[in-house]
């Protein structure tokens, strides 16, 4: 079998191959002990970072559901500063391509943290985390056309990089709040994250999570976003990355063809930590075997 | 066991004994993770292929068994995860992740060790227990537990304990007061080296009091829900005291833990 071109080209962002983590469910340490090379990831992903260090919220933070993961932890981090001196170092030992997660309390933080790591050597991308709540308007930016746009442009008036906006599954209209990303000037567009869900319990008859509700992710999203990824590919000319309880290389295949140009793997690799080299290779197979040359030739074939 | 590679692995279950119900010994052999395992580690358990259960289980070692390449589990039947692996049997396979987390530790000239446990609480013990023996350390056990049946693998450490006291609630064996009381008698006239508690967050502050008074090394083993085990989900979060410069902060008991000193966590 010949050889399968795996390379995209996701507006101005370079990968090897089609396959990242998603925010907030990866992490690298010092003694980086996963059981493979993370060189063969397409990218890495940081946790989604604020300015300043967040403790996340109250005990618990994760409950499991079916075939689903409900987690409120609050986006805790050590802040911008700690991430550039301790972390981004172990990431780019890791990978080549360093995409840094952000998040903000309202736009103008976003701003400030762009301006920051716009600074900074060894990043690839930024993705904004846009489903963070908004301490100003008290509205979550992703749910919001002319907020999402906003924080766009502002962080493009500031950043050199490729901005990833990952968009939020709780809207309306998914596809509204893509054009007004791409209206902000966005390269890239991720989605969906998590969807808002929260557990019972039926013993103390009170809420499982610590903050109540929280976000659902796992295979139980994955159909909700693979129409999301569809209805937005079908919409607006941009790259999609698509995320949504992705477990396997089936899975990834299908966001592909829905669209999508790469995918996040999130919830699968918690379980499995050789998921995503099972995916790139499950992909690679896949193109080989159907007789493509490159992946480009099955985005959006659906 | 900082830097070294964690391990996925299939592995066969050896057999399995429900010892009073809804409690389980699963053994099982997998050589990989028992040739790196310590004393208060733990695996990531899957016996599912299906996504509902979705995520592993994290169980702690009940028993390693280095020659033989296997390992015990010991754990209650709570929920969808535990009940699939109560019908496991000889021949069976399961994947696990592993070994996690950080192990125990002897401090330098440890002499004599106490192990203090309630319930279920009493699974981390037995590993702890048999490493301690094969280094000539004397064991002193408190064991608690609500009813006499439910002070699991008490045969098992009488056996090897130097000496063992019991308390349960409804003073079925031993007395109903409190087991950390026992360790208070033996402090007065022995000196203890290290301490081991897990289960009872009661027990926990009671041996933390005595560690302030005897001065004796204390850790608590913890558990928690993970998603992961390998500090990535950041779910497993739980808080630092405020003391020890440690204000505002949470640890991961995974990745932190799951044994940590005494006095620097908050249960």
């Given at each position: 079998m010949k050889k399968v071109d795996m390379s995209i080209n996701l507006g101005g962002l370079q990968l090897k191959n089609p396959v990242m983590p998603a925010s907030g469910t990866f992490d690298l340490y010092?003694?980086?002990?996963?059981?493979?090379?993370?060189?063969?990831?397409?990218a890495v992903m940081t946790k989604s970072i604020f300015l300043k260090k967040r403790l996340g919220n109250p005990l618990p933070l994760i409950c499991e559901s079916t075939s689903g993961l409900i987690n409120a932890l609050g986006t805790p981090g050590e802040g911008v500063e700690y991430l550039i001196k301790n972390k981004l170092p172990i990431f780019r030992k890791a990978n080549r391509t360093v995409i840094v997660s952000i998040g903000g309390n309202g736009v103008k933080e976003y701003k400030l943290l762009a301006e920051r790591l716009d600074k900074v050597e060894g990043i690839a991308a930024l993705e904004l985390d846009l489903s963070c709540s908004n301490n100003v308007d008290n509205i979550i930016i992703a749910r919001d056309e002319f907020l999402t746009e906003q924080t766009v442009a502002q962080v493009k008036e500031v950043s050199t990089k490729p901005i990833i906006a990952k968009l939020s599954a709780n809207v309306t209209d998914i596809t509204k709040i893509a054009r007004a990303a791409q209206k902000g000037g966005v390269d890239i567009l991720s989605l969906i994250n998590t969807v808002s869900a929260m557990a019972i319990d039926i013993k103390t008859k009170k809420p499982v999570l610590g903050n109540k509700v929280g976000g659902l992710s796992g295979p139980a999203i994955k159909p909700i976003a693979l129409k999301m990824v569809w209805d937005v590919a079908h919409t607006v000319d941009l790259p999609i990355i698509g995320i949504g309880g992705i477990s396997n290389s089936e899975d990834a295949i299908e966001f592909l063809l829905a669209g999508a140009s790469a995918v996040e793997v999130g919830t699968a690799a918690l379980i499995n930590p050789l998921v995503m080299l099972e995916i790139i290779q499950g992909i690679e197979k896949y193109l080989g075997q159907q007789g493509y040359s490159s992946l480009e030739e099955i985005i959006g074939l659906a | 066991m900082k830097g070294a590679k964690l391990i996925q692995v299939y592995a066969k279950v050896l057999n399995q004994t429900e010892i009073i119900t809804n409690h389980f010994i699963l053994k099982i052999f997998s050589p990989e993770i028992v040739k790196k395992a310590i004393p208060g580690q733990f695996v990531m358990l899957s016996a599912w292929k299906q996504k509902d259960p979705l995520l592993r289980r994290p169980f702690t070692f009940n028993r390693l068994f280095p020659e033989e390449g296997s390992f015990e589990i010991l754990y209650k039947k709570v929920g969808k995860g535990t009940e699939i692996m109560s019908y496991l049997k000889a021949g069976d396979q399961v994947s696990l992740l592993g070994p996690l987390g950080n192990g125990i530790k002897f401090p330098q000239n440890t002499k004599k060790i106490a192990i203090v446990c309630r319930g279920i609480g009493v699974a981390p013990m037995l590993a702890i227990i048999d490493k301690a023996k094969e280094k000539g350390i004397d064991i002193y056990a408190y064991l608690s537990a609500?009813?006499?049946?439910?002070?699991?693998?008490k045969k098992e450490i009488k056996q090897k304990a130097k000496l063992l006291y019991i308390t349960t609630d409804d003073a079925s064996l031993g007395t109903s007061g409190k087991v950390t009381d026992f360790l208070e008698k033996t402090l007065k006239d022995t000196k203890i080296d290290a301490v081991y508690t897990c289960g009872s967050k009661r027990l926990k502050r009671h041996t933390e009091r005595l560690k302030e008074l005897y001065g004796f090394n204390a850790w608590v083993i913890l558990e928690e829900h993970m998603a992961c085990g390998f500090g990535a989900c950041k779910g497993c979060a739980c808080k630092a005291k405020k003391?020890?410069?440690?204000?505002?902060k949470y640890f991961l008991v995974c990745k932190d833990g799951p044994v940590f000193p005494i006095d620097e966590v908050e249960v």
């Open positions: 010092e003694d980086n002990n996963l059981p493979y090379d993370t060189k063969v990831l397409g | 609500a009813t006499k049946d439910l002070l699991l693998v003391d020890n410069n440690h204000k505002g």
